[in-house]
């Protein structure tokens, strides 16, 4: 290198020399050469891994500082590291990974269960899907993905057609869609199908009262299993089913005092009555949601195919999973292979591991410029929040009074305001709180649980909700006769937003869930309205606004509908962040927890 290329090899081989004198006398590499003297050796000590990468083919430093600038530019292409696709990502314009697809690229396909953990919009549905279809392909098998919102499984469904359009001749067919609004499949289309796409009750009725359903989860057929959001599918135990006795910080003194037998009894009682209203729980009294249900209904079919079926792979993902959602996950796993009475390798081949970018890449890909990055060269690296936004978000907010927050009217008025001034391309409007009428409408027709350790208590217990919530309907009734009831629903949005000048229509509509009332079929407005729950996972190329209409529920909700903007996409074989700008509604009290968040 130093006689034939240029100084900058030399400098390089000089690098690496003195990593080893390091590594010969038991000295600590990372102290050792950020003390040199020599600012190259300093400045080029955090490219270690990118040029220790490349050391079969010695790059320049020009290679270096550009792979340090992309975060990805070594790494090899998508077309390369899954050809069986490659038809299909040229087209679409998908050549250089994210920071998420090349941490996973590999791993997947060497056959690890994945939880992909990495901020909106960085394609986490690229790096799950590209190895689910390759395997599938490969095996001749078929793909399950389950998705939270009938919104976001209508997205997926058509990000799989354009993956499987050029490897297939009728790749519509080949992908089917279960969600509420939409005619079941019939048992001749499921039996052609490649891929089923939905959400999960939708999927759950599908496999089990359509014909061919458990054929297409057989341990033959069946080779991947895809979970989106996976933190909303696998929720934790529901507050109602937990008594005011538990608490895990007590230290236990005895396992039979009166306090122990109390919260055993209020537990006890907790689960009959959860029973008698149709709540499925385990053998050990723990609750089943529904994507657990279709896991326990892989596990049980896992054998049909033989006893040579290989394992389903299981490929999860969310911006906020958290430790927790992969222990739920993992143990939902055991608890399905228990339940089917077969070993659990034999069914998921191994537990799921979570797979996070590495955080240079995700900084490079966020746009950092490379002055700040210079600076905090020396500074201590720390782990990676899943919560992230990318800086090329903006964030913004209209002050309201208390009164004028309530009404529904004013806050549209205040939205209409502001889009006539940012005049977007496409904006979403989401209506969260107060103003989001489906948890509102669940909320009023829940059945109230009654509390207490006897029956007297139970009864005044009751006795107590009942006064509340008769006051409750009666000033609610009282503000819709004035006008100012708090929930309402996407069509009403639309039209007092027409009012004010502002075209704008709902977004299970605009995605031909449901048909306009007018039977219009005009172009979709540039505004979409929705509810704070169908924020998970959209993606649209060109949103330019976010309006968040009423208070997030956690600061986790807030990031999912920040993260509708800011998303990457492909750009001239790149991968760029669209900028946009989040703009919410809300009270002086209010914005002071925004800026929390």
Known sequence: AIGGKEETMARHVQWLCLIAIARICELNAAAFLSSSRNEFIREKYVASATFLKSAVEPASINDVENAKSSGSSLDPSLSDTFPTLAESLKPLGYVTPTPIQSASAQRALDGENLLLIAPTGSGKTLAYFLPAFSKAIQEDGTVLVVAPTRELALQLSGDAVS???????????SVLLAVKGVAAPSPEQLGRAKMLVGTPTEVLLV???????????SGDTLSAVVLDEADVLLPPPPKGLRTGLDSGSRKKKSANTPQDARRKQEQRRKLLSAKRQGVEFTQSNQLVSPTEKILNLIASSHLVGGDDASPAQIFAGSATASRKTLDRLNKSLRNAASAAAVTFNMVWSGDVKACRPEEGALEADAGGDSDSSSESSDEPQHTIRAVTVPPQVTHQYVQLSKESAAQPTEILKAVASVTKVLNPGIALIFLCGEFSKPKEAAKANAKPVPKGSTAKARRNSMLKYKRISAKIKAQEQMKQNDGQGASISARKVCATLKEFGVESEPLHVALGLEGRGDGNEEDTPSCLVTFEGSA?????????????????????????????????SAENGGIVVRPGTVVSFCTKGSSVELEKW
């Open 163 to 173: 993956l499987l359009s050029e490897k297939m001749d009728n790749a519509e067919s």
């Open 207 to 217: 496999l089990t009262r359509v014909d061919r359903g458990y054929g297409f989860i």
């Open 536 to 568: 998970r996972g959209l993606h649209f190329d060109d949103v330019d606004v976010v309006f968040v209409v009423g208070r997030p529920k956690s600061a986790a909700s807030y990031l999912h509908l920040a993260g509708r903007v800011g998303r990457s």
